[in-house]
């Protein structure tokens, strides 16, 4: 599985990007010339990462420690491997989404805390997971207010007797997922008029959705763009979709103790509804990713 389905196709220019000094695979990233001579947060290529990369690499340097950002990086692929050779040294992760892609997509749990303790189970020696945000970036189906008042919806639930009537859009590779629109038949017992084959919360699904090409959307539940249009997302009651909450993944040896304690006191105070807000003025409102990140960590008393 991809990071999250977000994520633009990597440009062969930004992986020279990752390209550090060699010989740096086995050292500690903090020792003098080890790394590439610092401490490195990556990050993906959407707002979301981008927000969170500045967020980690903030409340490090509030410890006084020198950090690389190197965000806007690419998918899971580059990210991971570079992670382990110690290119860099801490991500923003998905618990869900790289449970997923360790297992090769054979874990089934949907709980935060059993997708968190396998989580830790599968990780390459050399890389542990920090403390799991309350915030999650989860698969979500969206529908308008007026969808949601015709057909009475709160919750997926609700689809079920009504789905018949219904043109839903998203990914391709939602008519073949699990969590898709086999597992909302599985599952629930939905099965919609027509599927659209669009994007993932994309401009295509956006447009589709505002212009009632389609009736219901699958986007991620903290884009800033829903609440922006008064959009409603429908409660995945009976827990298909798998945990998405944020997670840190950093290489142990760098895992010093102030460290781990800013980024566990980041995790515990980041909730779904902050992610939302701080998406949207990334998303909508055009602000720089840094500066939203910095304003969020200053207003919640996480930087000395």
Do not use: H
């Not at 945990?243 to 950093?250: E, F």
Request: hydrophobic share 35%.
């Amino acid at each position: 599985m991809k990071f999250r389905e977000r994520y633009l196709v990597l440009a062969v220019g930004v992986v020279s990007l990752l390209v550090l000094a060699a010989g740096c695979g086995g050292q500690n990233a903090l020792e003098e010339g080890g790394g590439g001579g610092g401490f490195v947060v990556g990050s993906a290529n959407f707002p979301e990462q981008l927000i969170l990369g500045n967020m980690y690499a903030d409340v490090i340097e509030d410890q006084g420690i020198e950090v690389e950002r190197r965000l806007n990086l690419g998918t899971r692929d580059v990210l991971f491997p570079s992670l382990e050779s110690g290119e860099i040294t801490l991500v923003p992760e998905y618990n869900g989404a790289l449970l997923s892609y360790l297992s090769k997509g054979e874990s089934d749990v949907t709980s935060p805390e059993e997708t968190t303790k396998l989580l830790k189970k599968e990780l390459p020696e050399g890389l542990i997971s920090l403390e799991a945000s309350e915030a999650q970036d989860k698969d979500a189906l969206v529908v308008t207010p007026e969808t949601a008042e015709k057909y009475d919806l709160e919750n997926t639930s609700d689809l079920a007797p009504v789905a018949d009537e219904l043109i839903v859009g998203g990914p391709p590779e939602m008519s073949e997922r699990p969590d898709g629109l086999p597992g909302l038949k599985r599952v629930y017992g939905i099965e919609f008029e027509e599927f659209k084959a669009l994007d993932a919360g994309g401009p295509l699904t956006t447009e589709a959705l505002g212009n009632g090409d389609v009736d219901v959307g699958r986007f991620f539940s903290s884009q800033g763009l829903i609440d922006a249009r008064g959009w409603i997302v429908l409660e995945d009651n009976k827990e298909l979709s798998p945990a998405q909450n944020i997670i840190p993944i950093i290489r142990k040896q760098d895992s010093t103790g102030k460290i781990v304690d800013a980024l566990n006191e980041l995790s515990a105070t980041l909730t779904t509804e902050d992610l939302k807000k701080l998406n949207r003025r990334v998303e909508v409102d055009k602000e720089d990713p840094e500066d939203v990140a910095k304003d969020y960590l200053k207003q919640k008393g996480l930087l000395g």
